[in-house]
């Protein structure tokens, strides 16, 4: 069954270059197929035979239509080109621009910035004189006191859940408004 296959297969293989040789033989007939040169007595289905020289590729070759195609195509190469240069001339003009905005806009950020800082820096060394004139205050009997301003007193404002400090802060607020006084702790 196997010969039967290939000998089916070589059979249309066959076929084919017998077909294929037929069609070369007849385009031998017309002309050297290997050469490509034509036999001036084959008529050339109704082409005159009056220049020998005959070229296929006269047609293309004409100043017809094509060139007005190309005319077309150049003009409108040309004008995109002209569109192409004006855009990249307002886009570099755009991008000057911006850049000149954003140079003015950090120099106010600088300004502004520096600005800040100062009165930063000015408040931050008033609140340190302030801090070191208390803190280095010694009046008689105001220890009590400048310790109850290190202290929070409002329960609400402390930040984190602590112990009962109750009573650690009544015993301060006594001992700021009787500096003097002795307290026995029972």
């Known amino acids: ?17 017998n077909r294929e040789e037929k ?9 050297d ?9 084959t008529d050339l289905h109704g082409m005159d035979d009056d220049d020998s020289r005959f070229d296929r590729y006269d047609a293309l070759k004409e100043d017809g239509p094509p060139r007005i195609e190309t005319d077309k195509i150049r ?28 140079i003015l806009e950090l120099d106010d950020y600088k300004k502004h910035r520096e600005e800040q800082m100062g009165k930063t820096k000015k408040s931050n060394r008033q609140g340190e004189e302030i801090f070191i004139r208390e803190r280095d205050e ?27 400090i109750s009573r650690l802060r009544s ?10 006084a002795s307290f026995v702790v029972a």
Not at 23 to 31: C, H, M, S, T
Not at 33 to 41: H, I, K, L
Not at 171 to 180: E, I, R
């Open 33 to 41: 197929v290997t050469t490509g040169t034509v036999d001036e007595s």
């Open 1 to 17: 069954m196997e010969n039967f296959e290939v000998k089916q297969e070589s059979d249309s293989v066959a076929e084919f270059l």
């Open 138 to 164: 010694k009046t008689p009997g105001g220890e009590w006191e400048r310790v109850c301003r290190l202290c929070d007193f409002n329960p609400k404002t402390s930040v984190r859940p602590a112990k009962d």
């Open 171 to 180: 015993l301060l607020l006594q001992l700021k408004q009787t500096p003097n």
């Open 23 to 31: 069609q070369l033989a007849e385009l031998n007939d017309i002309g």
């Open 75 to 102: 003009k409108w190469q040309e004008e995109q080109r002209q569109r192409l240069e004006a855009k990249d001339a307002e886009s570099e003009k755009r991008q000057k621009e911006w850049l000149q905005v954003a």
